[in-house]
């Protein structure tokens, strides 16, 4: 791996150096010269204040960080700035301004301001990748985790210091004998910025691991540690694609381990547990992107069986053909009230004559079509049922019902053809089965308990990250005139305000979990602000929120035509009172949090 140089990341690199000499290697400082700050007795004052008193409170991460450590003195207020510096030197996913915003923050408590052309402070505009939301939501503990590394990197001699620093491996060991350090992201983001020879740009270990086990093939020795085989994987591509440069993040690569859908990797082992069971169930409320997420989840079904029917080498030859394989091999049906039986099995028809006959069902058409396919390759098919609460669902699979935990095994059904021949029905073994379902539609425990345990439940809940993740593509492709940097703290602050009426939601005895916003729902406040902005938008220090915390008109609108009327029609079951006052609790929760 050499260092990732798209988007300036550089400057990243050079700013580590200058933590390594000045920070590391010596009890220096990043921002304030050869004042002595990560000094082993500054460091333990940081640790005592922060680590062993830790906040669990209500309030902001600043807030609290504030209460921790403002009254310990200047020079833990300076080490506490430049740790978060080293905090946000990675992700590519907050912006330069926020950064900043958060240090200078930090800084004043000191009564410290730095300019925001400081030298240090402008390599914030850069980063090396994702960190993902929830790295943010993490920040005490990962904080936490570099404070208690730095004792240990202090205790250790200056002489072994320098060796470690040359030993990406030793330095790793080391780094992992913190307690719960090798599952921090920290930790991942550390090891590459200081070692980016050994250690690939990647900030999660499940991403690590589903990398390994996508390209399990190209792993000699699956014994070693996972940043060792992943070292290994890069340079059988490297032999495999020397065309291309080899980057996890970066396509044909990416597809072949990742599928983009955030159900699946917090799983943590998904693929493994899908190709167990072939039938999964993501349920939720409303508007939680659980259509989209079966969509990504049967792409990802289908390219890793490809990568695994015809290794690696292959696998990056045949892309076209896993390409058509989305299309002719992912089966979408959507369910409905009157959908039966007799539409997806097999039923009574009226044929030629005024005779009746029977005809196989879109379900059995589909189980004989993927027997008698002939193909080269035999990838995968996926049946993607949607909102299947929406039916009968014991009723609607029949004999397919016990068939699903029988793969290959062929079982007669009542009736023949107009030929006479008996029908049967086999569910092929390379069928996967996922079916969505809102719960607010049908709760999951009224789900019949056999078809229950034929299923893997994966609950979609609302999620601030991906509504933050999805609100920054809409932005990006409907704004030309304003960055996505500028609106992100504003939107952060929707995703935080949504979080706070779902839990106010969750805790209702008149609502519950199954009455959440999704965050699907919230989309729309996009299209408000682009109106309110106008055609020449000019530069505002906040966009949806005022500086004390009230609603803007975009939110305002957003509630007015989106959130409210869905919520009316929630309580529309309870008395007038009720009603009233379950949306004015929830509207003060979203309008002001």
């Known amino acids: 791996m050499a260092k990732f140089s798209e988007f300036g990341a550089d400057q990243v690199y050079d700013a580590v150096e200058t933590f390594k000499q000045n920070c590391l290697l010596k009890d220096g400082s990043i921002f304030f010269g050869q004042e002595a700050l990560w000094s082993n007795a500054t460091i333990s004052e940081l640790h005592s204040v922060f680590n062993k008193n830790p906040d669990v409170g209500s309030g902001s ?35 330069g301004y926020r950064k900043r915003e958060v240090i200078q923050e930090i800084l004043s408590w000191a009564s410290d301001n730095l300019s925001d052309e400081h030298a240090m402070l402008k390599v914030l505009d850069k980063g090396i990748g994702s960190g993902g939301y929830g790295y943010n939501t993490r920040r005490p503990f990962e904080i936490a985790f570099l404070i208690e590394f730095l ?105 072949a381990w990742w599928g983009g859908s955030e159900a699946l990797s917090e799983l943590g082992t998904p693929l493994e547990l899908i190709n167990y069971k072939r039938q999964i169930v993501l349920y939720g409320p409303p508007g939680t992107g659980k259509s989209y997420t079966a969509d990504a989840i049967a792409k990802t079904i289908i390219r890793y069986a490809a990568l695994r029917e015809l290794g690696a080498g292959q696998y ?32 009574l028809h009226i044929g030629a ?31 993607i049922l949607d909102e299947m609460n929406r039916t009968d669902l014991s009723r609607l699979l029949g004999e397919a019902f016990s068939l699903l935990e029988k793969r290959g095994i062929s079982i007669p059904l009542p009736g023949s053809d107009t ?31 056999a078809l ?32 996505w940097s500028q609106v992100e703290s504003d939107f952060e602050r929707m995703g935080a305000s949504a979080e706070a009426m779902n839990l106010k939601i969750h805790q209702s005895e008149m609502l519950g979990e199954q009455y959440e916003i999704g965050h699907t729902y919230l989309f729309d406040v996009i299209e408000f602000l682009l109106q309110a902005m106008g055609p020449y938008p000019t530069r505002k220090s906040t966009f949806l929120w005022t500086r004390k915390g009230k609603a803007k008109w975009p939110v305002e609108q957003l509630w007015l035509l989106s959130v409210q009327p869905l919520l009316e029609q929630y309580v529309a079951g309870l008395d007038s009172t009720q009603q009233k006052n379950e949306i004015q609790q929830l509207k003060a929760i979203f309008l002001n949090n």
């Open 61 to 95: 991460f600043l807030e609290k960080f504030k209460d921790q450590i403002s009254g310990a003195g200047k020079m833990v207020i300076r080490l506490a700035a430049e740790i978060l510096y080293i905090y946000f030197l990675f992700p590519s996913n907050v912006s």
């Open 419 to 449: 030929d006479g021949n008996p029908f049967s029905l086999m569910v092929p073994k390379n069928l996967f089965i996922i079916g969505t379902m809102n719960l607010i539609d049908q709760s999951i425990e009224q789900v019949d308990f």
């Open 316 to 347: 990056f030859q045949q892309q076209k053909m896993i390409e058509e394989a989305f299309s002719s091999n992912i089966h979408p049906l959507q369910l409905h009230p009157s959908y039966s039986y007799e539409d997806f099995i097999r039923g």
């Open 353 to 383: 004559g005024g005779k009746t006959e029977y005809r196989a069902g879109f379900f059995t058409r589909l189980c004989e079509s993927i027997s008698n396919e002939s193909t080269e390759v035999a990838l995968p098919h996926v049946l």
């Open 452 to 483: 229950r345990r034929r299923f893997l439940w994966i609950r979609c809940p609302f999620s601030k990250e991906q509504f933050l993740a999805a609100a920054e593509n809409i932005w990006n492709a409907k704004s030309k005139l304003v960055p």
């Open 151 to 255: 004792l240990k990197w202090k205790a250790v001699e200056e002489t072994d210091q320098k060796t470690l620093l040359e030993s990406p491996w030793d330095f790793q060991e080391l780094m992992d004998s913190v307690e719960d350090g090798s599952s921090k992201q920290l930790r991942h983001m550390m090891l590459h910025m200081l070692f980016p020879d050994a250690f690939d740009r990647i900030a999660s270990g499940n991403h690590k691991y589903q990398i390994v086990q996508a390209f399990s093939d190209l792993v000699s020795d699956k014994s070693v540690i996972l940043d060792k085989q992943i070292l290994e994987i890069r340079k059988n591509l490297e032999n495999l694609l020397p065309d291309k440069k080899i980057d996890f993040y970066w396509s044909p690569i990416e597809e």
